[in-house]
């Protein structure tokens, strides 16, 4: 005999076997419409999502190697360089930053003068993207901070170009945002120069966002800078999102629809700066805050500015 | 004598295949990335059947949406489906020369990807992206080497083991 250790063919091998094989399809299709639902499955997978860590931190490391190694053997006369750069970038934002601080106030005490509801400041953090691949039909990132860096659900991304995207997962030491450009992300845009509002949806490429049902006669033209509007409250108001590169009417005719270029470097970053917004004065206040509670604060505040204006 | 592979062998093939998943990969090749857990699961369920079977590519599944982020249950399902067809079909692929088993190799592959289509449609994400499509080619070539070189860990750890 050929093969005198291979167990006989087991009868069951062929037709037997298709009842364990229905039971894991069951089990596998309740676990994906739970997920998909945000059901059980979901809350699960919040759970054990810290055990992809250690695989997360494997599959990054020979990047980091990498770097580490290039730091080490950069020469003296390019690091040189590059601090000298950097302090003539420094100084050149520090004096943009005087500017801006100086129109924030002034914005401010506009907007107490007409009683706005807008006083919050922005919380920022920087935090650090971790280069893995997750999913490539569906347009996510990894962050190497979670809820033990104060990280919250919702919190927006933003990098030196513009808006990035929003923190979906949060995981003790780790958080999976969402990317501008996913099929499934959307946020509320306003056209700076006009003031026009639209929804600027991902496409699932990363150099597209669509605005899909903007009026015949909404002002918006190619060239166009969009930046969020603050509507809705997940994105703070007034970052740049993207450039309206095409516009074209709909199937209808009776809506246009424009392609943008998001602002952000979306491809690969190193960075991210998480802002959210917060009430003046606490610090770890909810990202969302009923409005009436500022308006109240200022009131005491803003109780002298707007006599004279009357 | 010892048939199985060793577990080291067996579980820390399926984990690389897991960190192939995510390794970063330059823009553009991450949608032709080899789907190697899958084939790793094929290699394996066709040599050491006792020891691999549908709950192994189940949890192996799981593990991979855990750790790529997709949902819970659908690399589950993929896989459960490519081990049962390895399975059903299991005395003729082993017999198979190595370029012809390349060639159901890619067959299973491009199936995965069917399904894989079919659960972004049904989820409600549309299609795939082209070049997504271009991973069960790169399955294809790879498969031959893969099995030499498993094929050849395997028979040198089964010598050390006897």
């Known amino acids: 005999m050929a093969y005198p250790n291979t167990p006989a063919p087991r009868l069951t091998d062929g037709a037997g076997s298709t009842l364990p094989l229905l039971a894991y399809l069951a089990i596998a299709t309740v676990l994906m419409v739970g997920d998909l639902r945000g059901g059980f499955a979901a809350q699960a997978r919040q759970k054990i999502s810290v055990l992809a860590e250690p695989v997360w931190w494997l599959a990054a490391s020979p990047n980091r190697v990498f770097d580490a190694a290039r730091e080490q053997l950069s020469t003296r006369a390019s690091l040189q360089a590059e601090n000298e750069q950097l302090r003539r970038e420094l100084q050149v934002n520090a004096s943009r930053l005087h500017r801006l601080l100086a129109v924030n106030e002034e914005n401010q005490r506009l907007r107490e003068l007409l009683g706005g509801t807008r006083g919050y400041r922005l919380n920022a953090r920087l935090a650090g993207i971790i280069d893995v691949d997750l999913d490539p039909s569906r347009q996510r990132i990894v962050l190497d901070a979670g809820s033990a860096q104060g990280v919250q659900l919702g919190q927006a991304l933003i990098d030196a170009g513009g808006v990035l995207g929003q923190v979906i997962e949060v995981t003790p030491r780790h958080s999976t945002a969402l990317l501008l450009t996913d099929t499934e992300h959307a946020i509320p845009v306003q056209v700076a120069r006009s003031g026009l509002r639209a929804i600027a949806y991902g496409t699932g490429r990363t150099d597209r966002l669509r605005l899909p049902s903007i009026p015949q006669s909404g002002d918006i033209q190619v060239g166009d800078r969009l930046v969020t509007s603050g509507i809705g409250g997940r994105f703070p108001a007034g970052f740049p999102v993207g450039v309206v590169e095409s516009l074209q009417p709909d199937e209808t005719q009776l809506f246009v629809v424009a392609e943008a270029r998001p602002a952000a470097r979306l491809d690969r970053g190193v960075e991210v700066l998480l802002v959210s917004n917060a009430i003046d004065g606490l610090d770890d206040g909810p990202p969302l805050p009923e409005p009436p509670q500022p308006q109240a604060e200022e009131a005491d505040d803003a109780a002298t500015p707007p006599e004279p204006s009357q | ?162």
């Open chain 2, 1 to 162: 004598m010892n048939r199985g592979p060793s577990g080291w062998l067996l579980y820390g093939g399926l984990f690389c295949g897991l960190l192939a998943m995510v390794a970063p990969l330059p823009a553009g090749f991450d949608l032709a990335r080899p789907y190697l857990l899958a084939m790793l699961l094929c290699y394996w369920l066709l040599e050491a059947p006792d020891r691999v079977g549908l709950g192994t590519a189940f949890l192996a599944g799981l593990a991979a949406d855990l750790v790529s982020g997709t949902l819970l249950g659908e690399q589950a399902l993929r896989l459960v489906i490519l081990a049962f067809l390895v399975q059903r079909f299991r005395p003729r692929l082993r017999f198979f020369p190595l370029w012809q088993q390349a060639l159901a190799v890619f067959a299973l592959l491009l199936n995965d990807r069917l399904i894989d289509q079919a659960i972004h449609a049904t989820a409600g994400d549309g299609l795939l992206p082209w070049a997504s499509w271009l991973s069960p080619l790169v399955g294809f070539a790879l498969w031959p080497w893969l099995f030499l070189l498993l094929d050849g860990l395997r028979l040198r750890s089964r010598e050390r083991g006897t």
